[in-house]
């Protein structure tokens, strides 16, 4: 079974910053593309970034210029550095790994951002 593993999550305040990490299976890792999701209390799940093996990377219009999605192949591990946290960035962020038609997630970490 593939095991994506994400830590970082955590309480910090308005304007604050955090990095979210998603270790993935070498044979996954090198191969799919990744993403990191979001979901808040009551809405639906929402990408946020993803960067492909090749290194290509897009955001959601609500975190461009203050996310950014990075990738260390000799740690099969990908990045999310959050930067300018808002209220509304407050949800439970997943890591996703997804190629063709197989599609693992991660067990996802709590991200507050409040004073």
């Known amino acids: 079974q593939v095991q994506l593993v994400e830590s970082g999550g955590g309480l910090v305040q308005p304007g604050g910053s955090l990095r979210l990490s998603c270790a993935a299976p070498?044979?996954?890792?090198?191969?799919?593309?990744m993403e990191w999701y979001r979901q808040a209390p009551g809405k639906g799940r929402e990408l946020v970034a993803g960067i492909t093996s090749g290194g290509n990377t897009n955001y959601a219009d609500s975190v461009k210029g203050r996310f950014s999605i990075s990738r260390d192949n000799a740690k099969n591990t990908v990045f999310m550095q959050m930067t300018s946290l808002k209220p509304e960035d407050t949800a439970v962020y997943y890591c996703r790994a997804t190629r063709f038609t197989n599609d693992y997630w991660g067990q996802g970490t709590q991200v507050t951002v409040s004073s």
């Open positions: 070498v044979t996954i890792f090198n191969l799919y593309l």
